[in-house]
């Protein structure tokens, strides 16, 4: 999922008519929605209300046929062998869970704003945290034991498959608590942290933005921002002002109350740092990602600094305002991609570099698995749901026919192969830390700008791609590393108090000066557009995990470009890992380290020479 598409990733798809209906743009084609039957047939179905009470009895039993037991049967003779079937059970267990949770998550995701989708994706979380329960002293146990028991265990191949579940595991060991304040913690998240996520979605889709008379949703008030024309572009952030200063409050106290609920989890768990948490989870060090954040704010003034100034000038103006950002350039040519072509671009790229990624990204448009047009209600942004092994991923998109759409399109097909690849390892070891997760989208993104690129049939064209491409960057790595630092000085200074909502604008305003830099005009507004950023409220600190995988795929794509064979390989090998892997294995094949701080400048030297390679076709 991408930060940076609730801010600027996508265009009008869809006219908004002064009642707020909308109508679907023709000129898109047939936009793709997805088929959830494949996980099951409707909310109502028989199968929904059997599989619930199958996990519920399959939990109930493993509590009762394993708690309490597990040392025991860790130290019985062939007690590797029976530890690695009892993993097994868990894993089934937990598919049936995740299969449950993803359905009803995607339904709620297609229309947010309807109370029937709502009350089943909430009674179906109710009831499946109850389940969960009796599966808490499973991970909790299996840290109990001994190491050098379970390094004995560690002996059967059997056992020896799930070493690196086991690791990560083992690596929470010292933030997990007793048996009941977990339990206590797991049962009341759904009227803590779930609910105020609740609440934040559930806001962001009823508000309505009015622009030039006309009540619009927040994707197309966004669209706007990209608009050619600048009073578009100002009446939009204009109305994102003003009605985000009407539900300042709500927004304030999420945040507050958010960042109150982290600061006490935290506490209890031994985590001194604000981001701490969030580390481990990635499992990667903290000083690689200071490491990376250092050389992201250290390069400020040669990357966003000098493009901003650059556009400020093509566009006739000393400084941009804040609604100029991501304007078009006077170029850019008023067109729109349908579906079939940006269809035919990403699958063309993605076969260009290997068939077999074409061949699972095809799938997605020829199964349904894509939910592409803008609807009222509909989640906004994008994502790459992977749902369960057994089953496959969805992607969200709210297509509009921009070239950034395209891109968008490019980015979440990425995560989708490669949650197809990953798929093999089991629910468990599937899972990918965030900051690998996004090493595949970025670069299927990569992929498809580097052929839209080779094919520009003029100068003219070729600028255009690039700037977007830079522009694109910036916002992954610049943005995302902002927000981070936004996020760290947010929380830091919760922990002293309950945080106006003034002082959360001060704030934002202060990192976006720094991070932006002098061309660019933060006008009276702007101080509220850290409202709606979903990451901040779903995953703290999750945006830096954009940073590490464009600089890390900027690595990559240069070991791809002068690599003479074998790299594809190598690359599938790679994704086919899943969570098996730390970001220092996966990438020694490579020859990459990201814990060097020479690797951060290197993929931030990309950045730099697509700026220079813009400056110079200008100049032209």
Known sequence: MRTEQSLLQFQPGFDVTKEGAQVADESLGTLPEWDLTDLYPSMDAPEVAADIAKVDEKATAF?????????????????????????????????????????????????????????????????????????LFFPLELNRIDDAVLDKAMASPELAHWKPWLDDLREERPY??????????????????????????????????????????????????????????????TALADTFREN??????????????????????????????????????????????????????????????MKAKWLGKDKLDHWDRNAPLPETLKRTIDWQEAKETVLSAYGSFDPRMAEIAGNFFDKSWIDAPTRSGKAPGAFAHPTVPSAHPYVLLNYQGKARDVMTLAHELGHGVHQVLAGEQGLLMAQTPLTLAETASVFGEMLTFRSMLDNAATPKERKILLAGKVEDMLNTVVRQIAFYQFERRVHTARRDGE?????????????????????????????????????????????????????????????????????????FDMLKAGGTKRHKELLAPFGLDASDPAFWMQGLSVIEGLIDELESVQAA
């Not at 046929?65 to 894993?91: C, H, M, N, P, W």
């Not at 927004?251 to 948490?277: E, P, Q, Y």
């Not at 060090?285 to 400020?300: G, H, K, M, N, R």
């Open 63 to 135: 509590e009762a046929t394993y708690k309490g037991k597990l040392a025991e049967i860790a130290q019985s003779a062939d007690g590797g062998s029976r530890l690695a079937g009892v993993i097994e059970e868990f894993q089934a267990i937990e598919e049936i869970i995740g299969r449950l949770v993803s359905y009803a998550g995607l339904v709620y995701a297609g229309d947010t704003s309807d109370p029937k989708r709502a009350k089943f994706n909430g009674d179906l979380q109710d009831k499946l945290t109850g389940v969960s329960t009796k599966l």
């Open 176 to 237: 997990q608590l007793s048996d009941e304040i977990e339990r206590l913690f797991h049962e009341k998240s759904l009227t803590g942290r779930g609910a105020w996520n609740r609440l934040f979605n559930e806001t962001m889709a009823a508000l309505r933005f009015k622009v030039n008379g006309k009540d619009l949703t927040l994707e197309p008030t966004l669209n706007l921002l990209t608009d050619h024309d600048e009073a578009q572009r100002k009446a939009a952030a």
């Open 248 to 309: 300042l409050r709500t927004f304030s106290l999420i945040t507050n109350v958010l960042a109150k609920d982290k600061a006490i989890s935290d506490s209890w768990r031994g985590f001194t740092d604000v981001a701490s948490a969030r580390h481990l989870a990635n499992r990667v060090e903290p000083e690689v990602v200071d490491a990376l954040v250092q050389a992201v704010a250290t390069s400020y003034p040669k990357l966003s600094h000098r493009y901003y100034a």
């Open 499 to 571: 945080l106006p909502a003034e002082v959360i604008g001060d704030i934002w305003m202060e990192v976006q000066k720094e991070s932006l830099g002098p061309s660019i005009r933060l006008g009276e507004g702007y101080e509220v557009f850290w409202a709606y950023i979903p990451h901040f409220v779903h995953s703290p600190f999750y945006v830096y995990a954009y940073a590490f995988g464009d600089c890390l795929v900027n690595s990559l794509y240069a070991v791809y470009r002068d690599a003479e064979t074998g790299f594809q390989d190598r690359y």
